[in-house]
């Protein structure tokens, strides 16, 4: 029987992306608060490199940055004997239930997802049909583990929608086979903007490299690229909507020294940006060196990230199959 605890602990479920290093947005955004989630949760969180090959790469550099957004998700705080921690494409239930899944969604609601829209103008010499059918195996990875929550940012809002109705659509056909997922609420993380023009999001695509800061940074470049951002002429350290980019510093240095403005602003009164920068800088760098420590730990340690990464994908395989095997039987597969 299930202890008072499980009854109410919920099920967390995120897959990031193996398409490069996340960036302190990301971190301050949102993996900050993973640790009190897989606290609270249970969570289950993968790599999802199935979906990485809707961009070309080479496979070397897929399987570097797979196994490098897998450390980095152990280094973040996922304990991988609590939760699952594993790689998409190590669960061979996810191909297989996009594919059923595929023939549950109509082309017309799949051709509305923004993101595909943007990405076939983006990537305009390889309009592949995964770009396309992206979101079906999005669904696939949620909905088979009986996700209750899923922390989402707003570019994957949609693809979260699409899954709950698909699924509703699925469950309206043959009865209470999937759990409907739900967004996940938690502690809002700050929203962080590109250091070089702090009118947009802090991005790890974003080309020009003195934008955003990487988790894996070293500290030198950390600090070069903080004393570089864009601020103003006034040399002032306040917050306001007219001074977008102090206003980004200032919400990075709350994030991490846990001041707020106006604790921040009394703080640098009467001083320069100069002062304010290198405050900022060694911030980060303090805030992101047992991050970066853990991280290197982990990478070096190849035996302990497979031994991981076998157990993560063996616990994620058995739920999955439940699923899966459900699916398949209400559809009228022959069972034998
Ligand atoms: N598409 C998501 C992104 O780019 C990654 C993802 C894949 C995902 N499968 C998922 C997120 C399932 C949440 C749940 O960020």
Not at 40 to 67: M, Q, W, Y
Not at 77 to 97: C, M, R, T, W, Y
Not at 125 to 131: A, E, R, T, Y
Not at 283 to 288: F, S
Request: glycine letters at 6%; proline letters at 4%.
């Amino acid at each position: 029987m299930d202890t008072p605890n499980n009854e109410t602990k919920k099920t967390v479920l995120s897959f990031v992306q193996a398409s490069g290093t996340p960036t302190l947005g990301n971190y301050l955004g949102a993996f900050k608060n993973w640790h009190d989630m897989a606290a609270e949760n249970d969570c289950i969180f993968g790599v999802a490199d199935l979906h990485a090959i809707t961009v070309r790469s080479e496979p070397k550099d897929l399987r570097r940055r797979s196994v490098e957004m897998y450390a980095m998700l152990l280094a973040l705080g996922l304990d991988p004997e609590k939760n699952i921690v594993f790689l998409q494409s190590h669960v061979a239930e996810h191909s297989q239930l996009a594919w059923v899944l595929n023939c549950y969604t109509q082309f017309g609601e799949a051709s509305r997802m923004t993101q595909f829209k943007d990405k076939s103008q983006r990537h305009a010499d390889n309009v592949n049909v995964g770009l396309f059918t992206y979101p079906i195996l999005m669904a696939a990875d949620i909905l088979l583990y009986g996700a209750d929550q899923v922390p989402v940012g707003d570019d994957q809002k949609q693809h979260l929608e699409l899954a709950r109705d698909v699924a509703e659509r699925f469950n309206g056909l043959y009865g209470e086979v999937f759990r409907i997922p739900q967004p996940y609420i938690g502690k809002k993380g700050a929203k962080i903007l590109s250091l070089q023009e702090p009118e947009k999001k802090m991005s790890k695509s974003d080309p020009n490299q003195k934008a955003f800061i990487s988790l894996t940074d070293p500290t030198d470049v950390m600090v070069k690229k903080i004393k570089s951002a864009v601020t103003d002429s006034e040399a002032v350290v306040r917050y306001s909507p007219d001074k977008p980019g102090v206003s980004n510093l200032m919400t990075i240095y709350s994030c991490c020294t846990g001041k707020d403005f106006a604790a921040i602003e009394a703080e640098f009164a009467g001083r320069g940006y100069g002062d304010f920068k290198a405050a900022v800088a060694e911030a980060v760098a303090e805030e992101l060196r047992p991050l970066r420590d853990e991280y290197e730990h982990i990478l070096a340690d190849k035996a302990y990230i497979e031994k991981c990464a076998a157990e993560g994908a063996q616990k994620a395989a058995y739920l999955a199959r439940k699923t899966l095997r459900k699916v398949m039987k209400k559809v009228g597969f022959y069972q034998i």
